[in-house]
């Protein structure tokens, strides 16, 4: 007989490798079996829908992301709609919740979605001190940025952890997304890294002979 652990079980799996048919075959039967406030160490219900898992192609530096496995928007969609899922849910390790994930993986429809949830928690944090706004700008998803920026409590100006902190801001110069610089600036930001990409961007035009342009 199918007990409740086996249920769990299952449901990580099909969350994790997006199996929608199994998705709905047991949201549809068993739904008054799943736990939804439960947590592992790395995921979430709502963490596994959102994540792209990675695959192990041999060697060291050989993981990287599945695309078969990309988040759906409608299982997201229907998670949402559960009572007792609670949007801002973080992983116990890294503490990342599902918007962090999608903010991550670059997904703007799920991200719009989680967005528009009246309890998410735009900046929260994880173990890092990253936020959503931190790692969209960092992976240079423009979209996701911008739908960020649109919120009208949006931290632009809090930091990483560790001894070199950064804002989104700098996350986004260092990587050369130079649009969400511009995007930034128009909100808050630390005067003090703006002065640091200021220089920098003074020693790119020296470098290319355009010096008289910047300044």
Same mark, same amino acid.
Do not use: C
């Given at each position: 007989?199918?007990? !409740? =652990?086996?249920?769990?079980?299952?449901?990580?799996?099909?969350?994790?490798?997006?199996?929608?048919? +199994?998705? =709905?075959?047991? +949201?549809?039967?068993?739904?008054?079996?799943? /736990?939804?406030?439960?947590?592992?160490?790395?995921?979430?219900?709502?963490?596994? #829908?959102?994540?792209?898992?990675?695959?192990?192609?041999?060697?060291?530096?050989?993981?990287?992301?599945?695309?078969?496995?990309?988040?759906?928007?409608?299982?997201?969609?229907?998670? $949402?709609?559960?009572?007792?899922?609670?949007?801002?849910?973080?992983?116990?390790? *890294?503490? &990342?919740?599902?918007?962090?994930?999608?903010?991550?993986?670059?997904?703007? *429809?799920?991200?719009? $979605?989680?967005? !528009?949830?009246?309890?998410?928690?735009?900046?929260?944090?994880?173990?890092?001190?990253?936020?959503?706004? +931190?790692?969209?700008?960092?992976?240079?998803? =423009?979209?996701?940025?911008?739908?960020?920026?649109?919120? !009208?409590?949006?931290?632009?100006?809090?930091?990483?952890?560790? =001894?070199?902190?950064?804002?989104?801001?700098? $996350?986004?110069?260092?990587?050369?997304?130079?649009?969400?610089?511009? +995007?930034?600036?128009?909100? &808050?930001?630390?005067?003090?890294?703006?002065?640091?990409?200021? #220089?920098?961007?003074? $020693?790119?035009?020296?470098?290319?002979? /355009?010096?008289?342009?910047?300044?």
């Amino acid at each position: 007989s199918i007990n !409740n =652990d086996h249920i769990y079980h299952a449901f990580w799996e099909i969350l994790t490798y997006k199996k929608d048919k +199994m998705f =709905d075959i047991l +949201m549809d039967r068993y739904l008054n079996k799943i /736990d939804f406030e439960k947590a592992s160490e790395n995921y979430t219900f709502l963490v596994s #829908a959102t994540s792209t898992p990675g695959s192990w192609s041999g060697g060291p530096g050989k993981f990287r992301s599945n695309e078969t496995f990309t988040p759906k928007t409608y299982m997201v969609e229907r998670l $949402l709609k559960q009572k007792y899922i609670d949007i801002n849910q973080h992983t116990e390790e *890294e503490h &990342d919740t599902a918007l962090h994930k999608i903010s991550k993986s670059g997904h703007a *429809e799920i991200a719009s $979605l989680l967005l !528009n949830h009246p309890n998410i928690n735009i900046n929260q944090r994880n173990t890092y001190g990253y936020t959503a706004l +931190m790692y969209a700008s960092e992976k240079g998803y =423009d979209d996701i940025v911008e739908m960020l920026l649109k919120q !009208n409590n949006i931290d632009t100006k809090a930091k990483t952890q560790g =001894d070199n902190p950064k804002s989104a801001l700098l $996350l986004a110069e260092e990587q050369h997304h130079y649009t969400i610089v511009d +995007m930034l600036l128009k909100h &808050d930001f630390d005067t003090n890294e703006k002065a640091i990409i200021d #220089a920098r961007q003074l $020693l790119r035009a020296s470098y290319e002979n /355009d010096l008289p342009k910047v300044i």
